[in-house]
């Protein structure tokens, strides 16, 4: 039923593919000048998200954009804490989902025995399998250097922190389907491996979890634009 009026609220909020305009600014000529940019508004699902940062990026670019997860939002804005499945039949334009990997990353493979005997390895990969079945048009799904790779398929690129302005590693998979590999925004120095030194903490988790702002913004540009051409045209 929540999700049911979550849905509602959206659907209310924005109509299908309306046209948005805002201001831009315009440099040409020596000056800078605001100017009326018109733009078609997508409707995105951040599937597996709490932090809100992949979310909020998009709707800096003008969409209509809402997160969802278990766990309630950290960020205010538009979120449903429930099962992603709730709500993948909403007519979205693009989804980007970040399955849980605890169960699939290499990184945990001294595990994978347990795991696959108590039938942990199986359900984290079905989930991840039935994301790929939803019927969106425009989809990615993040992980790490996972199992998927074999029991699906190899991602579509592997990006990293450095290469949109965070001089960290940390490889990050893309599995696409209707989208464009992202581009690199920001090459900056520095390979710090920050993430895998994080000291045990009760929010350690959740900040190796998070999307780096800089690969954020990326999706939210790349494929928000590239969206908005489709839908336009």
């Known amino acids: 039923m929540e999700a049911s009026r979550q849905i509602a609220r959206m659907a209310a909020a924005a109509q299908p593919n309306q046209r948005r305009v805002r201001l831009g600014r315009d440099r040409r000529g020596g000056g800078v000048h605001l100017?009326?940019?018109?733009?078609?508004?997508?409707?995105?699902?951040?599937?597996?998200?709490?932090?809100?940062?992949?979310?909020?990026?998009?709707?800096?670019?003008?969409?209509?954009?809402?997160s969802c997860d278990l766990l309630p939002t950290d960020a205010p804005g538009p979120h449903y804490q429930g099962d992603v499945r709730d709500v993948l039949d909403y007519p979205w334009d693009i989804a980007v989902f970040h399955p849980p990997c605890t169960n699939l990353s290499v990184s945990g493979a001294r595990h994978f025995e347990v795991k696959r005997m108590d039938g942990r390895q199986q359900a984290s990969a079905s989930f991840f399998l039935?994301?790929?079945?939803?019927?969106?048009?425009?989809?990615?799904?993040?992980?790490?250097?996972?199992?998927?790779?074999?029991?699906?398929?190899?991602?579509?690129?592997?990006?990293?922190p450095w290469q949109h302005g965070h001089g960290e590693t940390k490889a990050t998979c893309f599995w696409?389907?209707?989208?464009?590999?992202?581009?690199?925004?920001?090459?900056?120095?520095?390979?710090?491996?920050?993430?895998?030194?994080?000291?045990?903490?009760?929010?350690?988790?959740?900040?190796?979890?998070?999307?780096?702002?800089?690969?954020?913004?990326?999706?939210?540009?790349?494929?928000?634009?590239?969206?908005?051409?489709?839908a336009a045209g």
């Open 176 to 230: 696409l389907t209707g989208l464009p590999v992202l581009r690199p925004t920001n090459i900056v120095e520095g390979r710090s491996d920050r993430i895998h030194k994080m000291p045990p903490g009760p929010d350690r988790w959740k900040l190796r979890s998070a999307t780096y702002l800089g690969i954020a913004k990326a999706m939210a540009e790349q494929w928000g634009g590239a969206s908005m051409q489709l």
């Open 130 to 160: 039935g994301l790929t079945k939803t019927g969106i048009p425009r989809v990615a799904i993040e992980n790490p250097v996972c199992i998927m790779s074999s029991l699906y398929r190899k991602p579509d690129q592997i990006v990293q």
């Open 35 to 66: 100017v009326r940019v018109v733009g078609v508004v997508v409707r995105v699902l951040i599937g597996c998200e709490f932090s809100g940062i992949v979310r909020d990026a998009f709707i800096a670019q003008g969409h209509d954009a809402m």
